[in-house]
Each structure stands twice: as C-alpha cells, then as structure tokens.
C-alpha cells in the first residue's frame, strides 16, 4: 500500500519559549587560544581530554581540538558547555 500525505504523522511544534535566541559568547580565555596550544577539554566533572589547539575560529566561537592517543579531532562551540582549559606548561 502507498504512503499518502494523509497518513504520514504531522510534526507539531507547540510551547517554544518566547525569548529571543541570544547569542553565545566565548569565554575570555578562549581569545587566547592559539593552534598548536595544549589544551583540556573537559567534557564534563571528572571527564576530560587532554590535546591541541588544531584551529579557531575567527570570533574564537569555535575551536577544533586534535585529541591525544589517537582519538581524532572534536569541534568545541562555546555554547556547547564545554569547557577548554589552557595546559600549565
């Protein structure tokens, strides 16, 4: 039998908060970041990655971090919640 448009389920958007969408803002350390800085990612308490700066953005909004051990690289936006800490050197 035929999938019709009268059968398909309707996705119904209901209760979106009135306030307007507002704009993330990094913090001021991630201004400092540079590539090739050695960095934490820290995901959550307790969960953390250590690597290195491979690339920021232009408004420092997002930085791409290459992950040790081989793990790859990760995208961070900082309206994600996660925080990026300098490494002591």
């Known amino acids: 039998m035929p999938i019709t448009g009268d059968m398909m389920a309707k996705r119904k958007t209901t209760g979106w908060p009135e306030a307007p969408v507002r704009r993330a803002v990094p913090a001021e350390h991630w201004k400092q970041l ?13 969960f953390e990655n250590p690597g290195q700066v ?15 051990g081989g ?12 925080e990026i800490v300098p490494q002591e050197s």
Do not use: E, I, M
């Not at 590539?35 to 959550?44: F, S």
């Not at 793990?71 to 996660?82: A, I, K, Q, S, Y």
């Open 34 to 46: 540079r590539r090739g800085d050695r960095v934490r990612v820290k995901l959550a308490p307790g």
């Open 54 to 68: 491979d690339a920021v953005s232009s408004d420092h909004s997002v930085v791409w971090v290459t992950l040790d």
């Open 71 to 82: 793990r790859g690289r990760t995208l961070v936006h900082c309206g994600d919640g996660v």
